[in-house]
C-alpha cells in the first residue's frame, strides 16, 4: 500500500465499462458494465410511466426526499437527491473548500477525475493485490481533509468491515463512501448509511445499477444537513426529474427492498459459479480477486489485452483494468451474469486463453 500524488500523465479516469459496449460492440454480450441484468422490472417501468403525464409541471422532490429519509431513518435535511451517484462527486468536488483530498484505489475513477476538474490537486493511496486490495486506515495521510473510498469498491470487489472505514473519520475530515453497489450485497452488511454519529460522514447511494436506471440518472447523498445545504446550493434548479424521483420513491419502498435482498442472495450464488468456474482455469494463469463480494469479479490474466480482443470476437465484452489507478494491462473486471451466460463465457474465456500466445495450452475445462 502506498501514497502517490496524481499529477501529470497516467490512466484515462473518463473510461468506463460502457466505452466497450457502444458502436461496434453494442451487439455483444455485456460484461463489462455493472448494471443489473433483466431490470428494471415490469411494476418499476410502469412506476417511471405513471409519471409522465406530470412532465408538464416542474419536479417536486419532496416526497422521494422524505421517502430515502424514512428508508434510512434520517430527517430529510441530511439527504440530497442527485443525478445518479456521479452527480454527487461533482458537488463534492465543486461545494466544499478542502485542501488535501485523498482517493482511495483502485476505485471508482469519477471522484478523482471531478476533484481534478475542480482545480484540486489529489494524492492516491494505492492498494495493493498482495494484501487483497484491503484498507488499512494507517496508510491515509493524517493531513486528508477529505477522504473517499467505494464499499464494496468498484473493481476490486472487496467489502471493507465498516470498523476499518470508521477509523478514517475525525473532526475536520469529510469521509465520502461510496455505496452504490451496498445493495447487491445480503443484509447490506458493513454498509454505514443511516449512521449520525461518525463525524463529517457522506454515504452515496446510487439506485441505477440494481433497478437497471443508468440512463434515467438516480441516486442520493446522505450526509450531515450543513453538508447537504453546501451541496444543494451547487446544484441546478431542478436536477433530478420527475420521471427519477417516481424510481427513487418505488426504489426505496418496501416491496422494492424486499426484492433486492431476494436479488442480492441470487447474484451472491451467482457470482460463487462464476468464481469456481474462473478458478477451473487457474492452469492457464488465471487468478481471481478475492473474496468478491460485489456484483462483479476482478481478474487478473496473462495477455489480457489480447484476451479481451479475442472475447470480443468471440462475442463478449469486459471491462479493461488499466485505466484504474493500481492496476495495470493484465486485469479485467467481469460482471456476474446468470449462470447460462457465465457458461458461455467461460467457455470462450478458455478457448481465448488457450489461443494467447506462449501459453502452449489447451482450453481448459470448467464447471457446468
Given at each position: ?207 441505477t445499477k440494481t433497478w437497471g436506471l443508468a440512463g434515467l440518472r438516480i441516486g442520493y447523498v446522505l450526509a450531515p444537513a450543513e453538508t447537504v445545504a453546501e451541496l444543494e446550493r451547487a446544484q441546478p434548479l431542478w436536477p433530478v426529474s420527475t420521471p427519477a424521483l417516481a424510481a427513487a420513491r418505488a426504489c426505496v419502498a418496501p416491496r422494492a427492498l ?111
Amino acid at each position: 500500500m502506498r501514497t502517490e500524488h496524481s499529477g501529470g500523465a497516467g490512466p484515462d479516469l473518463r473510461h468506463h465499462g460502457d466505452a466497450e459496449v457502444r458502436d461496434e460492440g453494442a451487439g455483444l454480450v455485456d460484461l463489462a458494465v455493472n448494471v443489473r441484468a433483466d431490470t428494471p422490472p415490469l411494476w418499476l417501468r410502469e412506476e417511471i410511466a405513471g409519471s409522465l403525464s406530470s412532465l408538464a409541471a416542474y419536479p417536486d422532490g419532496r416526497a422521494a426526499r422524505a421517502a430515502v429519509a424514512e428508508r434510512h431513518g434520517l430527517p430529510v435535511e441530511r439527504v440530497l437527491l442527485t443525478a445518479g451517484a456521479a452527480e454527487a462527486f461533482v458537488l463534492l468536488a465543486r461545494a466544499l473548500k478542502v485542501r488535501r483530498p485523498v482517493v482511495v484505489h483502485p476505485q471508482f475513477t469519477e471522484p478523482e477525475a471531478a476533484l481534478r476538474d475542480a482545480g484540486h490537486s489529489v494524492d492516491r493511496v494505492l492498494l495493493r493485490a498482495e494484501d487483497g486490495f484491503r484498507l488499512d486506515p494507517a496508510a491515509v495521510p493524517e493531513a486528508a481533509d477529505l477522504v473517499v473510498i467505494g464499499n464494496p469498491t468498484n473493481p476490486t470487489s472487496v467489502l471493507h468491515p465498516a470498523e476499518a472505514i470508521l477509523r478514517l473519520a475525525r473532526p475536520g475530515r469529510t469521509l465520502v463512501v461510496d455505496e452504490a453497489f451496498m445493495d447487491a450485497v445480503p443484509g447490506e452488511r458493513q454498509t454505514l448509511a443511516g449512521r449520525t454519529d461518525v463525524p463529517g460522514l457522506v454515504v452515496l447511494r446510487s439506485l441505477t445499477k440494481t433497478w437497471g436506471l443508468a440512463g434515467l440518472r438516480i441516486g442520493y447523498v446522505l450526509a450531515p444537513a450543513e453538508t447537504v445545504a453546501e451541496l444543494e446550493r451547487a446544484q441546478p434548479l431542478w436536477p433530478v426529474s420527475t420521471p427519477a424521483l417516481a424510481a427513487a420513491r418505488a426504489c426505496v419502498a418496501p416491496r422494492a427492498l424486499a426484492e433486492a435482498g431476494h436479488a442480492a442472495h441470487r447474484i451472491a450464488a451467482d457470482r460463487a459459479h462464476l468464481v469456481a468456474g474462473l478458478g477451473s482455469l487457474a492452469s492457464l494463469g488465471v487468478r481471481v480477486a478475492e473474496p468478491a463480494e460485489g456484483p462483479f469479479v476482478l481478474v487478473r490474466m496473462p495477455g489480457a489485452a489480447g484476451v479481451r480482443r479475442r472475447l470480443r470476437d468471440l462475442g463478449y465484452a469486459v471491462r479493461r483494468g488499466d485505466t484504474f489507478p493500481g492496476l495495470g494491462e493484465e486485469w479485467v473486471r467481469i460482471a456476474v451474469r446468470d449462470r447460462a451466460t457465465a457458461n458461455g463465457f467461460l467457455e470462450a474465456l478458455s478457448a481465448a486463453l488457450a489461443d494467447a500466445p506462449g501459453t502452449g495450452r489447451e482450453a481448459a475445462p470448467h464447471p457446468g
